[in-house]
């Protein structure tokens, strides 16, 4: 739901909303618009986590669960992701291809309501749902797969269910993101 939270899980990506902290406590939801997904290594770069000035450094399960949080991949380690999204995004929503700034700020202006920490959610239809949105059912955030649902929880995906054919549902995942992804990006889903 995009909310920082500590749990045992390991990520498989790295995400970055600017400096959230405060010596070893995070004190703030987001820094600015610009919520990406980083590379977990890059050009043997080491990311100082818990110090003054670097940005809070978080962890994503997977990126289908970066992207329910709202999170866009990184322009500078994971350019061809980056280009490759927004591709997906220009062909999705039927417009020219993104400056990243503009991303970011359709991407914020879906994922929270403006002034607030307060997730939106999106009403969209099952029928029109791509494999590796994030929806909530029963009030659970849960992965979209092609014939399944599989609920998440902060120790990983749960078995899955059989995926509803019909009817609305409350979607997670960012709109444009969902656009994207109909339009041929796939988000990388771990295994389990």
């Known amino acids: 739901m995009g909310d920082v939270v500590a749990i045992e899980l390991r990520g498989a990506w790295l995400g970055n909303r600017g400096i959230l ?3 070893n406590e995070v004190v703030r939801f987001h820094r600015s618009n610009l919520w990406i997904t980083c590379a ?25 669960v970066a992207f ?14 980056y280009n490759a999204y927004r591709s997906a995004w220009m062909g999705g929503r039927g417009q ?3 400056l990243a700034k503009e991303v970011d700020r359709q991407l914020h202006s879906e994922r929270i309501y403006r002034g607030t920490h307060r997730r939106r959610l999106h009403s969209a239809s099952w029928e029109d749902l791509p494999a590796g949105a994030f929806v909530r059912v029963n009030g659970q955030p849960t992965l979209v797969t092609d014939d399944h649902v599989v609920p998440w929880t902060s120790t990983g995906y749960r078995e899955p ?5 019909e009817g609305p549902v409350e979607l997670i995942t960012p709109p444009s993101t969902v656009a994207a992804f109909r339009a041929g990006y796939r988000p990388q889903i771990a295994a389990s």
Not at 40 to 64: C, I, M, N, Y
Not at 73 to 80: N, T
Not at 161 to 165: C, D, Q, T, Y
């Open 21 to 23: 902290h405060r010596d």
């Open 40 to 64: 977990l290594s890059f050009k043997d770069w080491r990311l100082p986590q818990w110090t003054a000035g670097h940005f809070t450094v978080l962890f994503f399960h997977d990126e289908a």
């Open 68 to 81: 329910a949080a709202g999170h866009r991949p990184c322009a500078l380690c994971r350019r061809d992701a």
């Open 96 to 98: 020219e291809v993104p």
């Open 161 to 165: 269910l059989p995926r509803p054919a």
